[in-house]
């Protein structure tokens, strides 16, 4: 169903192996190699857009093209490795291979299981992690360690976009969570959290009445939310933990579900990130498409020496 969308008639099933989709230097890329990669994206292209005949045939369309173009990278910048007079030794490649075993499969046998599920040999699965580690590595060598982004250039992106790094107003939360149950048995949750009640104004900590009878995932940090801002919290919740001063404490906030004592350790008012809190992304949003035009200049400089030949 999915195939017969693409714009371009598919070969017949028995001519699909031979089936050649680009031809880069001494390379072949087949129609079978594209559709191992398409095969990853389609379904969910078809859950998106399956209602949409015409959008979906044209964003089926589109991944082939985007795939292919992928696929004659790769091959560009193996045959880089090939042609420069790069090697990789094949102890490196021995532990290459016995990481990614160790990682994916935990031993021999059970990639041995896999390999024959897969239709796939010992040798190509070895040719893969081979590959990649060439590609990626090649990939860092020529792209990633071009780019340099300036403080200037960084400080720039701060003041365009400050808005972006606009908190809310925020407190500083612990939270104790207990779960209504439907057991006639088990304890009742308002009840349990009144006792508590007493107990912290007794002088107990909050801390430690969180991790011994919270209810929720939060337990083990003696239920500290850290900072979070009204967007974050039930409307009944916001509503309480934003009305407390710091150090202040809610009573039983009773939910359909579920009885909440809240405890405000801290407060502090709508306020912008600082520069050097947010650096590390604005490098890595900068980096993006500083990256893709360094790539694409440096697979246009592959492009020029390299027999690069696409039929689709």
Known sequence: M?????????????????????????????????????????????????SERS?????LNEMQHENLDELVKRQLILHEFKTAGYSLPESVLDDLVQE????DFGDRATLTKTLEARGMTYEKFRQQI?????VAQLRLK??????????????????????????????????IVLNKSSDPNAPQARKLAEELLTKLDEGASFAEMATIY??????????????????????ELAEVAFSLKPGERSGVIEASDVCYILLVEDTRSTHYKTLSEVRQQ???DLQLPERSRVEKQWIERLKKKTFVSSFF
């Open 282 to 284: 604005i490098e890595t």
């Open 2 to 50: 999915v195939s017969a969308l693409f714009c371009r008639p598919f070969p017949a099933h028995a001519d699909l192996i031979n089936a050649i989709e680009a031809i880069v230097d001494d390379a072949v890329i087949t129609y079978l190699e594209v559709k191992a990669v398409n095969d990853q994206s389609e379904e969910t292209l078809v859950r998106i857009y399956g």
């Open 130 to 134: 081979r590959e990649r580690f060439i």
């Open 100 to 103: 990614r075993i160790k990682a």
């Open 214 to 235: 919270s209810q929720d995932s939060f337990r083990s940090q003696g239920g500290d939310r850290g900072w979070v801002e009204k967007s974050g919290l039930r409307k």
């Open 142 to 175: 020529n792209i990633s360690q071009e780019i340099i982004i300036s403080p200037h250039k960084m400080e720039a992106y701060y003041l365009a976009h400050r808005e972006d790094f606009k908190l809310e107003d925020q407190v500083k939360l612990r939270m």
């Open 55 to 59: 959008v979906l045939e044209k964003k």
